[in-house]
């Protein structure tokens, strides 16, 4: 089970840092994935983490801006979002798979979405 949060309104240029806290004993085995859904609009892949935290992977339109990390004594990953922009307003998910994906077809569970609103 994964339990998102973090989200809330905040500024052009501000930041957030949500987290995703799994239950389950073998959290570090699975990679975990990050997406978003905007209104009206596909869900879109954001960042992916490996297992043991090495790796991460962004969409360029996050690249620069946006850090995930994970800490799996704690199962939870984070996602450190800053010098946000209005675009990047959505319901954000974090998804966790056997192997880094950027399609959601290949997540296997998912949390249950946190909102992000990003004013101009």
């Known amino acids: 089970q994964l339990q998102a949060s973090g989200g809330g309104l905040v500024q052009a240029g501000g930041s957030l840092r949500l987290s995703c806290a799994a239950s389950g004993r073998t959290f570090s085995s699975y990679a975990m994935g990050w997406f978003r859904q905007a209104p009206g609009k596909e869900r879109e892949f954001v960042s992916a983490?490996?297992?043991?935290?090495?790796?991460?992977y962004y969409a360029d339109s996050v690249k620069g801006r946006f850090t995930a990390s994970r800490d799996n004594a704690k199962n939870t990953v984070y996602l450190q979002m800053n010098s946000l922009k209005p675009d990047d307003t959505a319901v954000y998910y974090c998804?966790?798979?056997?192997?880094?994906?950027?399609?959601?077809?290949?997540?296997?569970?998912w949390g249950q979405g946190t909102q992000v609103t990003v004013s101009s």
């Open positions: 998804a966790a798979a056997r192997y880094v994906s950027y399609g959601t077809e290949y997540y296997d569970y």
């Open positions: 983490i490996n297992g043991q935290g090495k790796n991460t």
